[in-house]
């Protein structure tokens, strides 16, 4: 009953077997990418089959997990930074700059859906949509979007996706440094 969070999840690998790791939320708490982990401790095991279940345990069976894509964290076996990013669905995305790729770490952080990232929508390319949804999500560097030019072509972009029933919101690089609100403002418009 005294066993830390840690602690668990050791316990959680080693009942598992050889080759057992930490991976998906638990890991994404273990590399500092989510302050909250699930109920279940979700744990991958190398092999496809073969492993009986276990209470309060999640096991994730794969053939694809290699050595490169497992560490350690605070002595810990658990699945690269990399690797849980993956399984997380928050992979390599095409991203084209820093504020998209910070503004996807806050989706991540703040258990929001993973959107579409820099898709087409008309003759646009917008930097994020929940389609189901119907919301888009800007978020604007004052290097590419401070002279009238960008000024009016964001205006034009705004009224052609509101004319067609998509919520828009903007996020200034300023605002993105205040994660909880920028959260927040995009829960609001999810279900």
Do not use: Q
Not at 5 to 24: F, P, Q
Not at 39 to 47: G, Q, R, S, Y
Not at 149 to 164: I, K
């Amino acid at each position: 009953p005294n066993l830390s969070r840690e602690g668990h999840w050791m316990a959680a690998v080693l009942a598992c077997g050889a080759g057992a790791v930490i991976s998906h939320g638990c890991a994404a708490v273990l590399h500092s990418i989510s302050p909250t982990c699930p109920e279940a401790i979700h744990i991958t095991v190398p092999v496809p089959g073969g492993r009986s279940r276990r209470r309060g345990i999640v096991i994730h069976r794969s053939t694809t997990l290699t050595r490169a894509e497992v560490t350690r964290r605070r002595g810990i076996p658990v699945t690269s930074y990399r690797r849980t990013l993956a399984d997380l669905g928050y992979g390599p995305e095409r991203t084209r700059s820093d504020l998209e790729r910070l503004f996807l770490r806050i989706c991540l952080e703040h258990d929001i859906p993973k959107p579409e990232v820099n898709v087409p929508v008309g003759p646009y390319t917008v930097d994020f949509l929940w389609r189901a949804e119907r919301l888009v999500v800007e978020v604007d560097g004052y290097r590419y979007h401070s002279d009238r030019r960008a000024f009016r072509s964001d205006r034009a972009r705004d009224r052609y996706l509101g004319g067609r029933a998509f919520a828009v919101l903007r996020f200034a690089d300023e605002e993105l440094e205040d994660p909880p609100a920028v959260a927040a403002s995009v829960k609001a418009r999810l279900p």
